[in-house]
DNA sequence: AAGGAATATTCCTGTCAAGGAATATTTTTG
DNA sequence: CAAAAATATTCCTTGACAGGAATATTCCTT
């Protein structure tokens, strides 16, 4: 999970996979739209594609760039976990309190 | 979503969230489970909380963290765009390499 | 083979952020 | 009120990383 974190947590990678979700692009064209000058836009493309989040597909001169969909179902998975948590929050708020005062009482008592 | 992904894209930062996934945590105990300073751990949750990660609950001397809820399901509304993705992204390929040749032959004659 | 187009790589520099250590702050308890 | 417990803050140093500029690489065309 860190490293599509990672790599997803940096302003200028973040908007080349939005515009990836229109669909693939080759690297002079995401430069063009992003405004940004072309060998930044090569090396990030070259952490994305570490990160597995990119797939290359050379065509000529040019190379197409193309959004990969597991990790972003790994991260839909990784969601899951805190799907959960909405319900009973506050539940374990307290409970978690009630823990904690017990323990207090415990200091240097194992069991 | 930038925020959160900044906050996220940090190794014991993770792993505090992923503690915390269990219930609410006062500061002490997460630095023991995690084996971080705690210092360190006050300097996270700050970046966390700052991220609207997390939410304190003063109680007596400590401070009890807890995950929010509504990041998560920003981040799960973000995953929808991308859900799209799996279907068509081959058919998207070849869609835009057409589109690519097609420009080729129109190299300074718009429409 | 030469030139050009598209992209990748290298080197350099500056910035930012994480960890360490020490200290400040807050709240409870005696 | 003093001391202790729990947490927060400050200052410092160091490493990683993004951008700029220049150059290398690859592939097509003629």
Redesign the pocket.
Known sequence: MLPTL?ALA????LRIVELLREGPR????I?ARLQ????????????LSEAGLVE?H?S??????QLRTEPFQALDTWLESYRRLKEDSYDRLEEQLQVLQAQ?KNHGHPE
């Open positions: 990672s940096e302003p200028n990678r080759p690297v002079g064209e430069a940004l000058r072309q060998p930044q836009v090569s090396k990030h493309l070259r952490v290359v050379p000529a001169q040019q190379r197409i760039y207090e």
